[in-house]
T-cell receptor, first 115, second 115 residues
């Protein structure tokens, strides 16, 4: 069965530190890849997405992610985090063979940024 | 910016009771989804809906669950006889078109508590 793995469940950083959250998926076919963010008390918001083209995608709030097809990975990065980045981050994929775009989510990584 | 809305934000019910969770997707979107997130677990796909019928459903979506689009705007999830294990956050999502043409917009969720 298809699955998405996020390597870190909890990450604690100080402001200005660099961030990298790992995401791997298990599916041999073509996928669309997403990172969603959930700020405390708020709903899931799209951070960035990869459909095709340049494997390095830039999203909102200074986030970027790199799709490495050979590694089945889509890691999220930010060079310098802020306190306001405290949130839970979810990696997700959709399988293009399905046609109906269901999202398969990873377990999420809870990020806490200390001032 | 258009958004997906959900009501109620929190629903408390007794085991065995029926509940209906309501969603208003973005108006020009064609594909609708329900996901759930049990506390501390990952977001899980329940069902997708297109053209007034279920297009895909997960193993979780058994005979106790049903979805409906009773009019041009609402999209509902009904749980016929709730169980304790149905306690979760339920998210509605919608997308304008098929795979490769966009990403899902999520509502704020309904927290269902079954006592």
């Amino acid at each position: 069965a298809q699955s998405v793995s996020q390597h870190n469940h909890h990450v604690i950083l100080s402001e200005a530190a660099s961030l990298e959250l790992g995401c791997n998926y298990s599916y041999g076919g073509t996928v669309n890849l997403f990172w969603y963010v959930q700020y405390p008390g708020q709903h899931l918001q799209l951070l960035l997405k990869y459909f095709s083209g340049d494997p390095l995608v830039k999203g909102i709030k200074g986030f970027e992610a790199e799709f490495i097809k050979s590694k089945f990975s889509f890691n999220l990065r930010k060079p310098s985090v802020q306190w306001s980045d405290t949130a839970e981050y979810f990696c997700a994929v959709t399988l293009l063979s399905g046609g109906y775009n269901k999202l398969i989510f990873g377990a999420g990584t809870r990020l806490a940024v200390h001032p | 910016e258009p958004e997906v809305t959900q009501t109620p934000s929190h629903q408390v019910t007794q085991m065995g009771q029926e509940v209906i969770l309501r969603c208003v997707p973005i108006s020009n979107h064609l594909y609708f989804y329900w996901y759930r997130q049990i506390l501390g677990q990952k977001v899980e796909f329940l069902v997708s809906f297109y053209n007034n019928e279920i297009s895909e459903k997960s193993e979780i979506f058994d005979d106790q669950f049903s979805v409906e689009r009773p009019d041009g705007s609402n999209f509902t999830l009904k749980i016929r006889s709730t169980k304790l294990e149905d306690s979760a956050m339920y998210f509605c999502a919608s997308i304008e078109g098929l795979a490769g043409s966009g990403s899902q917009f999520f509502g704020p969720g309904t927290r269902l508590t079954v006592l």
